[in-house]
């Protein structure tokens, strides 16, 4: 029985080093796919987030020039409603109607009183005053337990997304040239074959044990 050529044995060998070469290059490149497409989700998710970071911000700031208007409006009635009766107190022969318009004021003043968030009022004085800062801050908190309103995170995990696919994408250089070591040995007479052979070798293994650790860690 003839032994093998070890020529032939190099061409077999080399043979299954370009194979391998090429499906590694294939699969890094699809996990590198995989993770663009997280990436993608990321900014997906991050424009949702904005989106309902402003709408939150723009009923809040609703909810806020309201009460302090009402507040406003509250006080005045009131303030009117007492200016009248004191003119009452002080000079009872003023018009008939003073009552009339004394109620009208008051009531002007309950209805707003009403409409406020009685739970974000503080008293300055006798003066009821909306507590806009820490109703903007509860509210935003309650909000943020119901959808997200800070795209800041999915930000941050799209840019670290196309950061990881970038340098997987980039390991595909070491694939290439190992293949490309290969084939000219293969299909040359380059002198020193074996040597050229571990030095491909070499940046395959490099290649592959950077993308098992950056894959799986």
Not at 132 to 153: F, N
């Amino acid at each position: 029985m003839t032994p093998p050529n070890p020529s032939d044995r190099l061409k077999t060998s080399l043979s299954v080093l370009i194979a391998l070469a090429a499906t590694t290059a294939a699969l890094v490149s699809w996990q590198a796919s995989r993770v663009g497409i997280q990436a993608a989700a990321a900014d997906s998710a991050a424009l949702a987030a904005g989106l309902d970071e402003a709408s939150t911000e723009f009923w809040i700031s609703a909810d806020i020039f309201s009460n302090l208007t009402d507040a406003r409006e509250f006080l005045v009635h009131r303030e009117n409603a007492k200016a009248i009766n004191e003119e009452y107190l002080h000079n009872p022969n003023v018009p008939a109607h003073w009552q009339y318009e004394w109620q009208s004021e008051m009531i002007r003043a309950r209805a707003r009183r009403a409409q406020l968030f009685t739970d974000f009022l503080k008293t300055d004085g006798d003066h009821p005053v909306f507590e806009d800062r820490r109703y903007r801050e509860t509210t935003r908190a309650q909000a943020a337990t119901e959808k997200a309103v800070d795209p800041t995170p999915f930000l941050a995990r799209a840019t670290e997304r196309r950061q990881e696919a970038r340098r997987l994408v980039e390991l595909n250089a070491l694939f290439t040239l190992a293949i490309f070591v290969f084939t000219i040995v293969l299909k040359t007479d380059i002198r020193r074959k074996t040597l050229w052979t571990a030095a491909g070798a070499a940046l395959y293994l490099i290649g592959a044990g950077i993308a098992v650790v950056r894959i799986l860690f």
